[in-house]
C-alpha cells in the first residue's frame, strides 16, 4: 500500500520562500501520477500543481511563476518549491498520487483523479 508523508510546512513572512516535501514508500515513485494540493480553513481542497512527464507540469492561475513541482525516484519523494510567497498560500498541503494505468499522467488538478493521500502540511504566510 503506498503511504505518504508531507513535511516542511511552517510559517514564513510574505515573499519568502519554502519547499515542502513528501515522501512516498510502498510502490517506485515512477508508476504514479502526482500532484499537489492545499486546503484552507473554509475552503475547497484546491488543485495546485501536477506532474505530466520529467519537467513537465500544470500549475493552478493562483501559483503559476511562483510553484514548481519536481520528483525524486531515487529518494521516493515529490517536492514542491513555493517562492514568492503570499497570505493567500496560507493552507494545509496535501500530496496525492493515483496509480499511471494508462502510461501517462495528465497533470490533472481535480482531487477525485488522485486516490492515496498525505496527512498534509501546514504553511503558514504572515503579511
Known amino acids: 500500500q503506498l503511504h505518504l508523508v508531507e513535511s516542511g510546512g511552517t510559517s514564513v513572512e510574505s515573499g519568502g520562500s519554502l519547499e515542502i516535501s513528501c515522501e512516498v514508500s510502498?510502490?517506485?515513485?515512477?508508476?504514479?501520477?502526482l500532484g499537489w494540493f492545499r486546503q484552507a480553513p473554509g475552503k475547497e481542497r484546491e488543485g495546485v500543481a501536477a506532474?505530466?512527464?520529467?519537467?513537465?507540469?500544470r500549475y493552478s492561475e493562483s501559483v503559476e511563476g511562483r510553484f514548481t513541482i519536481s520528483q525524486s525516484n531515487a529518494k521516493g519523494a515529490l517536492y514542491l518549491r513555493m517562492n514568492d510567497l503570499k497570505p493567500e498560500d496560507t493552507a494545509m498541503y496535501f500530496c496525492?498520487?493515483?496509480?499511471?494505468?494508462?502510461?501517462?499522467?495528465?497533470?490533472?488538478?481535480?482531487?477525485?483523479?488522485?486516490?492515496?493521500w498525505g496527512q498534509g502540511t501546514q504553511v503558514t504566510v504572515s503579511s
Open positions: 506532474l505530466i512527464r520529467e519537467n513537465t507540469a
Open positions: 510502498g510502490a517506485p515513485l515512477g508508476r504514479f501520477c
Open positions: 496525492a498520487a493515483a496509480e499511471n494505468i494508462r502510461g501517462s499522467c495528465s497533470g490533472s488538478l481535480k482531487q477525485y483523479d488522485y486516490y492515496d
